[in-house]
């Protein structure tokens, strides 16, 4: 049996995991390395890949800099979050915000720290990547559709940053991006309709606010438009294995969000198509394997 303090010691590392949304973390930097294996460099060797220190150090780079992202947008919204999300915001209060803040530098100071190590340009790129996540967590949130606009770009940006690294500036790596980015900034927008009372309640300016859900539900029916083309694209013009079962499964399940989304009344209801996005995004990243399913099977680090 563990003793109380110990047991508190646990809940506080679970409430500390909460708040940085460690799930997440580990999901991007797996999309980072498998990115990098089967779309980026698909022809450099897998050990060269796997071992490669410079890729290590950014990958590390960005999961200590999108926790501390986590932490100072849980930080700004405690209040809000009360509200919206009860259950996981009582956890989340077991980190006092006085720790949370003091952890927050530090993963801040660690991220720039790895960044140095390869060079002073990832240094300028992880340092504007902080502070645009702080501008965004304190400043641009409030705004509306700006503030979507520039959280979907946050969310991609670790991607962005090891496609640079790699230099591969092949067409089917933007349409991937394009995807991705397409279906997050829709994400974001489905979490202001779940986030009502919440932002009513702290007088936010968000779309579904100030100009109703319905215009809100307008405007993610268009993003979703807008993401077939390039799932379309990707099966019909572009060699990715069998990853095209994943964008055919993809507009199966776009589609019927869509039919969800207009009947639609609660936030419980928007939790759903909350998920139903966030399944498609996390499925895409495993479905990378699928481009080259020999390179999976038979490939020997």
Not at 84 to 102: A, G, Y
Not at 126 to 153: D, E
Not at 236 to 257: A, K, Q, T
Request: overall charge positive; proline content about 3%; charged content about 15%.
């Amino acid at each position: 049996m563990l003793s109380r303090k110990n047991k508190l010691l646990l809940f506080k590392l679970l409430s500390l995991f909460s708040v940085v949304r460690g799930y997440n973390i580990l999901v991007i930097t797996l999309a980072q390395y498998l990115a990098s294996i089967y779309i980026l460099a698909p022809d450099v060797p897998l050990r060269k890949v796997v071992f490669d220190l410079n890729l290590f150090l950014i990958v590390t780079a960005s999961a200590l800099t999108i926790a501390g992202g986590y932490i100072i947008n849980n930080f700004y919204d405690a209040e809000k979050d009360l509200i919206n999300k009860p259950t996981k915001s009582m956890l989340d209060r077991l980190v006092s915000q006085r720790f949370k803040l003091t952890t927050y530098f530090i993963l801040n100071f660690l991220a720039v720290l790895a960044a140095s190590y390869i060079s002073f340009r990832a240094v300028l790129f992880f340092s504007a990547y902080i502070f645009g996540i702080w501008f965004y967590s304190h400043k641009l949130k409030r705004i509306p559709f700006l503030g979507n606009l520039v959280s979907a770009t946050l969310a991609i940006a670790p991607f962005f940053v090891v496609f640079v690294y790699y230099r591969n500036f092949e067409t089917v790596i933007f349409v991937h991006a394009l995807f991705l980015f397409l279906l997050i900034l829709a994400r974001e927008m489905i979490k202001d309709l779940e986030s009502i009372p919440g932002d009513l309640a702290q007088n936010r300016n968000t779309i579904p606010i100030t100009y109703g859900p319905k215009v809100s539900k307008l405007m993610i029916t268009f993003l979703i438009g807008l993401t077939l083309i390039p799932a379309l694209l990707l099966i019909r013009s572009f060699d990715i294995g069998y990853m095209y079962l994943y964008f055919m499964g993809s507009i199966v399940f776009l589609i019927i969000f869509l039919v969800l989304l207009w009947k639609a009344e609660s936030q419980k209801h928007y939790v759903w198509l909350h998920n139903i996005l966030k399944f498609i995004i996390v499925a895409g990243v495993f479905s990378i394997l699928l481009i080259n399913v020999d390179l999976v099977l038979n490939r020997i680090l």
